[in-house]
């Protein structure tokens, strides 16, 4: 999987959870959650929906990795790639 | 499947009254003209020869009369066969049918069972006029204590007698003398039927024709005719008028949610009119339009073709009255 | 007899449409069943009924809007008398007492039948089995009935969108499709007329502790270690279970006011839902006291998902006896809440963040959370508050024992 098509995946899935905004132009390094007015009920669906559709098990001390989409990205590509 | 042979209702009718004599020295037969005269519809010609006039017994012309005598034989441990000539006749014997053979079994605690036959010309369209052609098979289904059959087919022609001949209760068989001459085929083997329960003669999934006696060809004819038109009829001979076999025709109604009932006897207070009522009794729910009939026309049957042609449903009144109903 | 009547969801709520019964004239019903489809302004809510007995006559027509309180329907228990029943089966607001003339007018408007359609018995039946308006329909069968073939047809077309819908939806699963909802305008007159109501009538008195959670924290991160990610549990689901077994030890926190207090049997936390179109839910956890917090978190999962599509049931937002709101997590520090009538308290949590906090002469870093308790004080005194956020703080110092 290529990072674009990771970062395609990722704005499915953010955009399933908040389907009135547009994930594609959260900047770099902006948390997503405070972009997107992400609750923890929905960051929580965010992992799990991760988890279904990448099968990547994000473990909860790794949490703060994925806070915004460069760490995010970096994050997944290289979980992928083990 | 066995072999099919071709034979006429008249004949099949005659074997299989030959075949219960031949099987059960207790049978005779009794009735008006069924010895010399072989039958007033030939139906026994022959068989005064082959049995003898102890068991082939010309009756004087009282119906009342032999029809006790034949009422008095069961009960004396004998199996009686007994034929009305024609249904109009049978009225002369109503009051030893009903007063007697249908409620000795009840009138005597359980002790004495009426196992007679009589068998009955009956039917229109043979220009006999209102004297010898009517369908009252209502007033016999009316009856506790009567089996009543209606003859509708060719297979029931050669069975149903030999079947009735085993019952310990009084039956009362149909037969219609306008077929006495029509040709079918049936398996050479047939013999014994089933008498409790109505048939299902053709499977389809559009409407319901439920009939019997001289109605059944007839809708055999007209779904054949509707089949090609691409309306699939299922058409059920109710065979069995008392006590009625709801639970086929209730499948059935429950299958195709419609219903055209077609009979020869007048439409008041008929076999229709009970058909009817079940089905809105016990399948209402499942009915998608109202239950239509076809019956006689409340006339004394007219002597004229044309007239007591058009006193019957014919396949053509069939044929428009399913279009109607399918089509509105 | 039991009068079933508009049930009251909210205390912003004065009417509803009764959009669809759910059971036919003459089904049996049990406790729990649901019985119709009322829309209101936090969207189309599912009916329970709280009775058990015979569905004997519907007295409001599907399409009908009525105030809370107007009698539905006709539930026969096998007794003479008539009994009330809201849907919650609790005294939440007696509705208006209309004079006896006044009720019989309701009734017979309600009973009068329209034009007689016509419709074969098996097109009736199938039509009442897949909730077709056959009102709507115009029959091809004799003198004009709706028969078996038009019914199908009009299933077949309601069902066709649905399935497009489905389709599309399976092929773009991943654009979530805007659930259909009460328009924001109805919501937010709702929250209005609500939380006015509120500021209006109940004399809030407040109070305020820092907690630590680093306890609670540690706990959830050690029950998460070995989870599967949909398994996980998230800090909230241990603040609900938290606030069920203080409420249990300050029972009059656990009540309404409306004339009298008025302790309430079972714990029910209402939880405060935000939506992203703007307003709130807030669905209750029922029973929340006697729920894991695994069985708590299981419900949160089923809830907000539901909550979030308008769809949830009659008895989780008319039976909350206790409200939490959260609105703290990513934002502020505190949250001081408005009371929620007819009940007598909301807990505020605000945001868990890492704080200096002081304990036995230390100092650390340590993850907190403010909270907030607003208490009605015609029910309660500031002692039972304060009592209340102290039994609070002691559970969430003890995790383990939740």
Not at chain 3, 77 to 88: A, L
Not at chain 3, 182 to 199: H, W
Not at chain 3, 375 to 386: E, F, K, V
């Given at each position: ?82 | ?8 209702y008249r004949e099949a009718i005659k074997q299989a009254i030959r075949d219960v004599m031949q099987n059960d020295e207790r049978v005779f037969l009794m ?200 309306i699939e009829v299922e058409v059920i001979d109710l065979r069995v008028l008392r006590p009625m076999d709801e639970e086929t025709f209730l499948t059935s ?76 | ?402």
């Open positions: 999987m290529t990072e674009e098509e990771i970062k395609t995946t990722i704005f499915q899935l953010l955009q399933r959870i908040a389907p009135e905004t547009d994930p594609s132009r959260l900047m770099p390094e902006e948390n997503i959650r405070e972009a997107l007015n992400i609750d923890s009920f929905d960051a929580l669906q965010f992992i799990v929906a991760i988890n279904e559709k990448l099968n990547v098990d994000i473990p909860e001390e790794d949490y703060g990795k994925t806070s915004n989409l460069k760490s995010l990205l970096a994050y997944l590509t290289k979980k992928l790639k083990e | 499947m066995s072999e099919m042979i071709k034979i006429t009735g008006e003209d069924v010895g010399n005269y072989g039958g007033a519809f030939a139906v026994s010609k022959g068989l005064l020869k082959e049995f003898g006039s102890d068991r082939i017994m010309d009756v004087p012309l009282s119906e009342s009369g032999f029809t006790g005598a034949g009422i008095g034989a069961a009960l004396a441990g004998m199996r009686p066969i007994v034929e009305v000539m024609t249904v109009n006749f049978s009225l002369l014997a109503m009051d030893q049918i009903v007063n007697n053979a249908s409620t000795l079994l009840h009138m005597s605690g359980g002790q004495l069972n009426v196992p007679l036959v009589i068998r009955m010309g009956c039917g229109i369209g043979r220009q006999l006029a209102a004297q010898h052609s009517h369908s009252w098979e209502p007033f016999f289904a009316h009856v506790p204590g009567l089996i009543v059959l209606s003859v509708g087919t060719h297979e029931d022609a050669r069975g149903m007698l030999i079947s009735a001949m085993q019952s310990l209760d009084p039956v009362i068989l149909f037969e219609y003398t306008f077929m006495l001459n029509l040709e079918k085929e049936i398996p050479a083997d047939s013999g014994t039927v089933e008498i409790k329960k109505a048939k299902v003669l053709r499977e389809g999934n559009d409407i319901s024709l439920i009939t019997y006696g001289a109605g059944v060809y007839k809708c055999l004819e007209a779904a054949e005719v509707l089949g090609q038109e691409g109604v429950k299958k195709t949610h419609r219903a055209l009932v077609v009979e020869e006897a007048w439409k008041s207070v008929s076999i229709s009119s009970e058909v009817v009522s079940r089905i809105m009794e016990k399948a209402f729910f499942d009915l998608d339009a109202p239950v239509e009939r076809l019956c006689g026309v409340e006339v004394p049957i007219p002597y004229p073709k044309h007239l007591e042609d058009a006193s019957i449903p014919q396949v053509s009144d069939i044929l428009e009255k399913v279009n109607k109903m399918l089509k509105p | 007899m039991i009068k079933f009547q508009m049930p009251n969801l909210g205390a912003d709520m004065e009417a509803g449409t009764l959009v669809e019964w759910r059971k036919q004239l003459g089904e049996f019903l049990h406790r729990g069943d649901i019985i119709a489809d009322v829309e209101t302004q936090k969207g189309l809510i599912e009916i329970e009924v709280f009775e058990e007995g015979t569905l004997e006559k519907f007295l409001v027509k599907e399409g009908e809007k009525v105030p809370v309180g107007t009698v539905l329907a006709l539930i026969n228990d096998g007794k003479s008398e008539v009994t009330e029943s809201t849907v919650s089966g609790e005294e939440i607001q007696k509705p208006e007492i209309h004079p006896i003339e006044d009720r019989k007018e309701i009734v017979h408007e309600n009973t009068e039948l329209g034009e007689r359609i016509k419709i074969s018995p098996l097109a009736r039946k199938i039509a009442e089995e897949n909730r077709i308006d056959i009102s709507l329909l115009k029959g091809t069968g004799p003198e004009g009935s709706i028969v078996k073939k038009d019914i199908e047809k009009a299933i077949s077309e309601v069902k066709k969108p649905i399935k497009d819908a489905e389709k599309e939806a399976d092929k773009t699963k991943e654009i979530s499709v805007k659930p259909s909802g009460p328009t924001s305008d109805a919501m937010r007159m709702a929250v209005a007329a609500a939380m006015s109501k509120s500021n209006r009538e109940i004399p809030h008195y407040y109070l305020e502790k820092r907690m630590d959670m680093s306890k609670a924290m540690d706990w959830v991160k050690e029950a998460n270690k070995d989870r599967p990610v949909q398994n996980r549990l998230l800090p909230v689901a241990v603040l609900i279970k938290a606030v069920a077994k203080a409420l249990d030890e300050v029972p009059d926190l656990n009540a309404t006011w409306e004339n009298g207090l008025h302790r309430k049997n079972e714990i029910n936390i209402g939880f405060v839902i935000s939506l992203r179109s703007g307003g709130i839910v807030v669905p209750a956890i029922l029973q929340s006291d006697s729920k894991t917090v695994d069985e708590i978190m299981e419900t949160i999962n089923d809830i907000i998902p539901r909550a979030r599509a308008f769809k949830l049931r009659s008895s989780e937002l008319s039976q909350s006896t206790f409200t939490i709101t959260n609105i703290g997590e990513g934002g502020a520090d505190k949250v001081f809440g408005l009371i929620y009538p007819p009940q007598v308290g909301i807990v505020g949590f605000g945001e868990i963040s890492e704080q200096p906090f002081a304990e036995e002469g230390m100092l650390g870093i340590r993850p907190v959370v403010d909270v907030t308790l607003a208490a009605d004080h015609r029910a309660t005194d500031g002692l039972i508050g304060s009592r209340f956020l102290a039994a609070l703080n002691r559970h969430l110092q003890n995790p383990e024992e939740l």
